[in-house]
């Protein structure tokens, strides 16, 4: 009885671990494909197309204007539609929220796939905002020779605030809040002996956060250096882009430099995922070239892009999009084309959706969400 059951335990594992095995096997196999064409699984209108900015939220498609913004759920049917006012808006994502605010202006609001979740006013100008994964938002604003850093919770509620005297500690360039909504990092330019350089500032607001003054657990000096653009990767890490390079920083209490990256050119434009981030710049002043770095800050590929290239960005945390007019080109982290399309028509925006394989098309005669094939 009890060897027969013992046999039956065992068949049952070496079931259960093949099965599990033979899921991987499969789902790494679907990574690592390569398509050349897809087939249609949903067709949608947006009206005003042309007019609109696109972005992936949620598995959905998200339309945003001036006058407002409309979300699409991964079948393209339309889930809200916000009405706002706002004459520069952006946008940053971090998993499930989503905020938009007017730049030099005095508004921001926070979303969920579901609708708004908080809508706020600021006292001054917004030079740069952005949202944590639980809604909490951080905001810089800035009037004269003084910046304001704010953060609220997801429901617009006041969580903290400081100040920044440009004469005395220099002029925010950027700041990034963590995935968790813990953490912010700030750049600063300043000047050191007549010459340009950059203070980076990061603030932890938990009750080991608040035994530092002003929150500051971790400062560093760059001389020479331009620091436009900051960032957390989802782990809690944070990385400084420079004009000559990246600067990668630990996580946990005591927040130390990981990696300096150096580079010979000057970056042109910066993307980032939760896990890599890229480097764009001219080769030779001809062609652009894309690098791209891990969060441990190991370059996993380096790219020369099209000359008619006018976007690349990630569309997931592995996946990267170049855009070359209507010919659109997938590419993973590791360099490898696995989509290649050239459309008959103007693409419009083109993001992924909630499947691996499946993305949003949007084109003047209509959208679609397609599936690669």
């Not at 070496?14 to 494909?33: E, F, N, P, S």
């Not at 609220?152 to 903290?160: I, M, N, V």
Request: proline share 1%.
């Amino acid at each position: 009885m009890n060897s027969f059951f013992s046999r039956r335990n065992v068949i049952t594992i070496i079931i259960a671990v093949a099965i599990a095995a033979a899921v991987i096997v499969i789902a790494v196999w679907q990574k690592g494909r390569s398509f050349d064409n897809y087939d249609v699984e949903k067709s949608f209108s947006i009206d005003g197309a042309s007019s609109q900015n696109f972005v992936s939220f949620s598995g959905g498609l998200m339309s945003y204007s001036r006058d407002g913004a409309q979300y699409y759920d991964s079948e393209g049917n339309t889930v809200w539609n916000e009405s706002y006012n706002m004459q520069s808006p952006e946008v940053r994502i971090s998993g499930r929220r989503l905020l938009i605010y007017d730049r030099g202006g005095s508004s921001l609001v926070i979303m969920s796939e579901k609708k708004e979740i908080s809508l706020i006013s600021t006292t001054h100008p917004i030079v740069q905002a952005d949202v944590a994964s639980n809604g909490i938002s951080a905001v810089l604003t800035e009037e004269e020779d003084t910046g304001y850093i704010n953060l609220y919770e997801a429901d617009g509620t006041a969580k903290a605030s400081g100040q920044v005297h440009l004469s005395q500690t220099g002029y925010p360039m950027s700041i990034a809040i963590s995935d968790d909504g813990t953490r912010l990092i700030m750049s600063l330019s300043v000047i050191n002996s007549e010459s340009l350089g950059t203070r980076i500032n990061i603030y932890d607001f938990t009750q080991a956060g608040d035994q530092n003054k002003n929150n500051i657990i971790a400062s560093f000096e760059y001389d020479d250096t331009v620091c436009p653009q900051t960032a957390f990767f989802t782990d809690g890490r944070a990385v400084a882009v420079t004009d000559g390079g990246a600067v990668l920083y630990t996580s946990g209490s005591n927040v130390k430099e990981k990696k300096k990256i150096k580079t010979d050119y000057e970056t042109e434009n910066v993307i980032i995922s939760g896990e890599y981030f890229g480097l764009i710049h001219k080769s030779n002043g001809k062609n652009h070239v894309l690098d791209v770095f891990d969060e441990n800050g190991k370059r996993t590929c380096e790219r020369k892009l099209k000359s008619s290239y006018d976007r690349c960005t990630f569309l997931r945390d592995d996946l990267l999009i170049e855009k070359a007019e209507n010919q659109i080109i997938l590419i993973d982290v590791a360099g490898k084309t696995r989509f290649t399309y050239d459309f008959p028509d103007e693409v419009i925006a083109f993001e992924a959706a909630g499947n691996t394989r499946e993305f949003f098309l949007v084109q003047q005669e209509g959208s679609q969400v397609i599936k690669l094939d």
